[in-house]
């Protein structure tokens, strides 16, 4: 029996699989799963087990999902198709009589009035209902959302629209070890992880970026249009840079910090914060 790790051509998906070697479990007991298996190669050069699956593709998934004891469902990323591909794995799952699936969700999923929530709290919906074993993992956002803009912000400052809201951002690397760690510890079937680090604001972003780089820079609260609006002018589809100030629009309720310390508690440790994120990517 084995693990199946969806996604694994993801950021995501490839430093879950890469967490689970790490703890032990034998490369021939993974499954990295990906639409262009060449990308996996190098998965599959340490022993790794390599299968074509496609979310929009259920023959495939059946396929791919044979012989798995444990389901590590990355969620899609393709918004607007993401229900109909999720309906998919979980119907090839139940067809495949997978013992336990894990499905990364977003925080807060069943209050959240993200746009982006919507799907997820479909999915986990779709998922209590299909009478399979589950685990909610509820990350919020990414580090790297921030330390990717780092030259950007160091060049015009950090604007948003997410006023004091507090975000528990995490690094990926941190959010794949307590998937890893459920996938291979006892105790988690029917058990929602909300998981994020220490929260900060936007605010403390720009103060930490000032302090680390010597560089002056401020934090810029704009209206959630206006916000819009600045995203597309710096290149942005219109419907990205939308879902983008709509997620600091809930960043500014309270929506993207995580309750509890679930993440600490999967991890043996505190996760990677803001100052040691940005320490590293400068």
Excluded: C
């Excluded at 495949?96 to 929530?117: E, H, W």
């Excluded at 799907?119 to 956002?141: C, F, I, K, M, Q």
């Excluded at 589809?237 to 629009?249: K, T």
């Amino acid at each position: 029996m084995s693990i199946v790790v969806t996604g694994a051509t993801g950021q995501l998906g490839r430093l879950i699989v890469t967490s689970l070697l790490r703890r032990g479990v034998p490369a021939e007991r993974i499954v990295a799963l990906g639409r262009d298996t060449d990308r996996l190669a190098d998965l599959a050069a340490r022993g790794v087990v390599t299968r074509r699956a496609d979310y929009d593709d259920v023959e495939s998934l059946r396929s791919a999902f044979a012989g798995a004891e444990k389901l590590m469902f990355v969620s899609g990323s393709e918004v607007g198709r993401r229900l109909a591909q999720h309906h998919n794995v979980i119907t090839a799952a139940r067809a495949t009589g997978v013992g336990l699936v894990v499905y990364t969700s977003i925080v807060r999923a069943d209050t959240s009035s993200l746009v982006l929530a919507a799907d997820h709290r479909a999915t986990e919906e779709e998922l209590r209902g299909s009478g399979l074993p589950y685990v909610l993992l509820r990350n919020s956002w990414y580090l790297e959302n921030y330390t990717g803009q780092l030259p950007t912000y160091l060049r015009h400052g950090v604007a948003g629209a997410a006023g004091d809201g507090r975000v528990s951002a995490a690094t990926r690397a941190d959010y794949a070890e307590a998937a890893a760690a459920v996938l291979t510890t006892e105790g988690h079937p029917g058990r929602v992880y909300e998981l994020g680090g220490a929260p900060f604001t936007m605010g403390d972003l720009a103060a930490e970026v000032s302090r680390q780089s010597g560089a002056e820079v401020g934090y810029t609260d704009l209206p959630v249009e206006k916000y819009t609006e600045v995203l597309v002018a710096a290149g942005l589809p219109e419907g990205y840079a939308a879902l983008l100030a709509d997620g600091d629009r809930g960043l500014a309720q309270g929506e993207l910090e995580a309750p509890g310390d679930d993440l600490a508690s999967l991890l043996g440790r505190p996760p990677t914060g803001l100052a040691e994120a940005i320490r590293a990517a400068l």
